[in-house]
């Protein structure tokens, strides 16, 4: 039987009152009551929600004259379904404070550094949350060791600089406190050697400032095409006293009609600090030999100096800034004039990755093997 207009009417507006005036008051409760848990405001909702149905619906019975044994039936029953939703509510928004105890704990223990374990939640949105705080907390802590290490040889790379800095500055103030006192016999001689400290420190500003413009991406290369003979040959003869001095030979070997794009000037820096780099950890009288080898698109320039190298584990972290041998790798005497900063390698990868190559460094039979490849089309990357 369908209901007279005017009782859907009065039906519809009592259920919207009723609806209205609990929704009201529930939300004025969120608004000025002090601020609350997650679990008291789900409670406020859900609970306005259930108490919207009960009313409206104990409004309509009253208005539709029930019989009084069917509107506590009908109570009965309301009452039941609300208190047990309700209870339900309750319970949810329980195990949803303790979700949210459990990740703020995480969160604390993320922010002292620790690394922390995924949880189990009912929830997916908990569960997942508490994945990512795990993940989080492995990533931050990873890096801030990566952050202590580069602290740590950032200043042990500063205490090298300033050493090596230091060493000649006093060399050559003691030199010319010796030529204005008069007390020297050959003056030319002293001469000499102050300029062969300033060379050397010339060379080692010369490098860090090559470094800070790789590092801070403002190298600018001029590729253009070059025949790789041309670059080991000028890089040989810059060597040259340097290998004279530890009567090392340099060989060649393939060398010949190899053709690439890039930097001539970069690409001749990088042959020089290999080479020096081979010799001053070749034993003396020994040999270095520079080979050539096409891989596809890629051109392989490799050194090979019959030296000791380094451990297997610091073959990557050889052309870090700063990194210096063990005592095996580095000899007693090094060659005059060359400085061990620690920059020449670091130069060099620099370099070769601008030119969209790579280097690496590996153990051969006959010694110690240093190879960069360089695309022979190179993209520079500056």
């Given at each position: 039987m369908t209901l007279p207009a005017i009782d859907l009417l009065l039906v519809l507006g009592s259920a919207v009152c009723c609806t209205t005036v609990i929704t009201v008051t529930a939300l004025l409760i969120l608004r000025y009551c002090p601020p609350r848990s997650i679990?008291?405001?789900?409670?406020?909702?859900?609970?306005?929600?259930?108490?919207?149905?009960?009313?409206?619906?104990?409004?309509?019975?009253?208005?539709?004259?029930?019989?009084?044994?069917?509107?506590?039936?009908?109570?009965?029953?309301?009452?039941i379904s609300a208190a047990l939703s309700l209870a339900a509510t309750l319970l949810t928004a329980r195990t949803a404070s303790r979700a949210f105890a459990d990740l703020r704990v995480t969160v604390s223990r993320v922010g002292q550094g620790d690394v922390v374990d995924a949880q189990r939640h009912s929830g997916k949105e908990f569960a997942e949350l508490s994945a990512l705080l795990a993940d989080v907390s492995e990533r931050l802590v990873a890096a801030r060791t990566e952050i202590e290490q580069l602290d740590a040889s950032r200043r042990q790379f500063f205490a090298w600089i300033s050493h090596d800095l230091r060493t000649p500055l006093t060399g050559v103030s003691a030199l010319a406190e010796a030529l204005e006192d008069g007390a020297v016999e050959e003056p030319a001689d002293y001469i000499r050697r102050i300029r062969q400290q300033t060379a050397t420190m010339n060379r080692l500003v010369d490098d860090l400032f090559e470094l800070s413009q790789i590092q801070s991406g403002l190298l600018?290369?001029?590729?253009?095409?070059?025949?790789?003979?041309?670059?080991?040959?000028?890089?040989?003869?810059?060597?040259?006293q340097l290998a004279i001095a530890k009567d090392i030979r340099i060989l060649q070997e393939d060398v010949e009609g190899r053709m690439l794009r890039a930097d001539p000037h970069e690409l001749t820096r990088v042959v020089v600090n290999l080479l020096t780099n081979g010799i001053r950890h070749a034993p003396h009288g020994s040999e270095i030999l520079i080979s050539a080898d096409q891989h596809d698109d890629q051109l392989v320039l490799s050194l090979l100096d019959q030296g000791g190298g380094v451990d297997s584990e610091d073959l990557t972290r050889m052309f870090e800034v700063g990194w210096r041998g063990?005592?095996?790798?580095?000899?007693?005497?090094?060659?005059?004039?060359?400085?061990?900063?620690?920059?020449?390698?670091?130069?060099?990868?620099?370099?070769?990755?601008?030119?969209?190559?790579?280097?690496?460094?590996?153990?051969?039979?006959q010694g110690f093997r240093l190879n960069i490849a360089l695309p022979t089309e190179a993209t520079p990357a500056g």
């Open positions: 679990a008291f405001q789900f409670t406020v909702v859900v609970g306005a929600a259930i108490a919207s149905i009960v009313c409206s619906t104990v409004a309509i019975a009253v208005l539709m004259y029930l019989p009084l044994h069917d509107l506590a039936v009908l109570l009965w029953v309301i009452g600018r290369l001029r590729p253009e095409n070059i025949e790789l003979l041309d670059i080991v040959s000028d890089a040989v003869s810059d060597v040259h063990t005592a095996a790798r580095t000899p007693a005497v090094q060659p005059a004039g060359s400085p061990g900063a620690g920059l020449g390698l670091a130069i060099v990868r620099g370099i070769v990755r601008a030119h969209g190559g790579d280097v690496h460094a590996e153990h051969a039979p």
